[in-house]
């Protein structure tokens, strides 16, 4: 089945970088708000930005100030640009369209992007 396609994680010190990227154009919803989904060790899957087709952005508080969500229209691209990372920020990205919590298990989950920050 269709799925976006992250890529971009990796292992970083606290306070590092990271910028990852997904590619939804197999998903063929380039006209929908666009999410970065989160999934930390041992906890439930939250969104924690997204950004409509016209450029508006939301974050989780507790992303907000740290982390800058884009997107290429043209090409399905999301991108998630990851600054000051702490341990907390650990877990696996994933991207899809921006959905309630109560239908999550509806989308098509790709695989996700692994981050992981500890000293």
């Known amino acids: 089945q269709a799925q976006p396609v992250e890529s971009g994680g990796g292992s970083v010190q606290p306070g590092g970088s990271l910028r990852i990227s997904c590619d939804f154009s197999e998903i063929n919803l380039g006209t929908n708000t666009m999410a970065w989904y989160r999934q930390a060790p041992g906890k439930q899957r939250e969104m924690i930005a997204s950004?409509?087709?016209?450029?508006?952005?939301n974050y989780r508080d507790s992303v907000k100030g740290r982390f800058t969500i884009s997107r290429d229209n043209a090409k399905n691209l999301i991108f998630l640009q990851m600054n000051n990372l702490g341990p907390d920020d650990t877990g696996i990205y994933y991207c899809?369209?921006?959905?309630?919590?109560?239908?999550?298990?509806?989308?098509?989950w790709g695989q996700g992007t692994q981050v992981a920050v500890s000293s």
């Open positions: 899809n369209p921006f959905a309630d919590p109560t239908t999550y298990s509806l989308l098509q």
């Open positions: 950004v409509t087709v016209g450029g508006k952005r």
